[in-house]
T-cell receptor, first 117, second 115 residues
Framework: AQTVTQSQPEMSVQEAETVTLSCTYD???????LFWYKQPPSRQMILVIR??????QNATENRFSVNFQKAAKSFSLKISDSQLGDTAMYFC??????????????FGQGTTLQVKP | DAGVTQSPTHLIKTRGQQVTLRCSPK?????VSWYQQALGQGPQFIFQ???????QRGNFPDRFSGHQFPNYSSELNVNALLLGDSALYLC??????????????FGPGTRLTVT
C-alpha cells in the first residue's frame, strides 16, 4: 500500500524568505502523481502544485516549486518570497494513475506553516 | 463558475443518530469523492461516486454510505454515529474524461461534532 510521510509537523519562516517542506512516499508503482495542497484556516483545500512521475522536470507555479527525487521517493515543496497569506497547513498527496484522474488521493499528516511578519 | 459546495457548514449530532451531508460538484465535473479529516490530520478517503455508483471505497465501515444523483451531486450518510466520527468531511469533485487536468477540487467541508 502506498504511504505518504511528512516529518515536519510545524515550520515557521519570516516574510519574504524561502522555506522548504519535506515529503517522502512509498510505492511500488513506476508512474503516479504527486501533489501539494494548501489548507488555510478557512478549511478550503487548494491545489498548489502537481508533479507527474514520468516527467523529469520539476514543476513550478509562480513562487512554488518542487524538488522531485524519484529514486529517493522524495517530493519537497519550496516556497520563495513567503507571504503572510501562505500561512496554512500543507499536505503532500499521492495518486495512483491506474485509477484515472479521479482516483483517491493519499495524504500525508500535514505540515503547519506560519509566516511571520 | 461555482466551485464545489457543501452543506451544512457545521453540524452537531448525538451518539447513535444518523446524519446526511451534501455536496454539489464543480460545473462540468461528474465524479465525487468524500474524505474524512480528523483534527490535525490529513484527509482519509471514504469513497467515490461516478455514474451514480460507488466506484472505490476506503477503509470505512458500512455505517458510511453514499449516493450520487443524476445531476452529479452527492450525499454522504453516516448511521449510528460514534464520538470518533467527529471530523471535517470534505467533498472533492473531478472529471472522468481523459486528456484533462488531474485535479480534484475540494469543497469547504462540513464540520461534524458528535456529542
Amino acid at each position: 500500500a502506498q504511504t505518504v510521510t511528512q516529518s515536519q509537523p510545524e515550520m515557521s519562516v519570516q516574510e519574504a524568505e524561502t522555506v522548504t517542506l519535506s515529503c517522502t512516499y512509498d510505492t511500488s508503482e513506476n508512474n503516479y502523481y504527486l501533489f501539494w495542497y494548501k489548507q488555510p484556516p478557512s478549511r478550503q483545500m487548494i491545489l498548489v502544485i502537481r508533479q507527474e512521475a514520468y516527467k523529469q522536470q520539476n514543476a513550478t507555479e509562480n513562487r512554488f516549486s518542487v524538488n522531485f527525487q524519484k529514486a529517493a521517493k522524495s517530493f519537497s515543496l519550496k516556497i520563495s518570497d513567503s507571504q503572510l497569506g501562505d500561512t496554512a497547513m500543507y499536505f503532500c498527496a499521492f495518486r495512483n494513475p491506474g485509477s484515472g484522474n479521479t482516483g483517491k488521493l493519499i495524504f500525508g499528516q500535514g505540515t503547519t506553516l506560519q509566516v511571520k511578519p | 463558475d461555482a466551485g464545489v459546495t457543501q452543506s451544512p457548514t457545521h453540524l452537531i449530532k448525538t451518539r447513535g443518530q444518523q446524519v446526511t451531508l451534501r455536496c454539489s460538484p464543480k460545473s462540468g465535473h461528474d465524479t465525487v469523492s468524500w474524505y474524512q479529516q480528523a483534527l490535525g490530520q490529513g484527509p482519509q478517503f471514504i469513497f467515490q461516486y461516478y455514474e451514480e455508483e460507488e466506484r472505490q471505497r476506503g477503509n470505512f465501515p458500512d455505517r458510511f454510505s453514499g449516493h450520487q444523483f443524476p445531476n452529479y451531486s452527492s450525499e454522504l450518510n453516516v448511521n449510528a454515529l460514534l464520538l470518533g466520527d467527529s471530523a471535517l468531511y470534505l467533498c472533492a469533485s473531478s472529471y472522468s474524461g481523459t486528456g484533462l487536468s488531474y485535479e480534484q477540487y475540494f469543497g469547504p467541508g462540513t464540520r461534524l461534532t458528535v456529542t
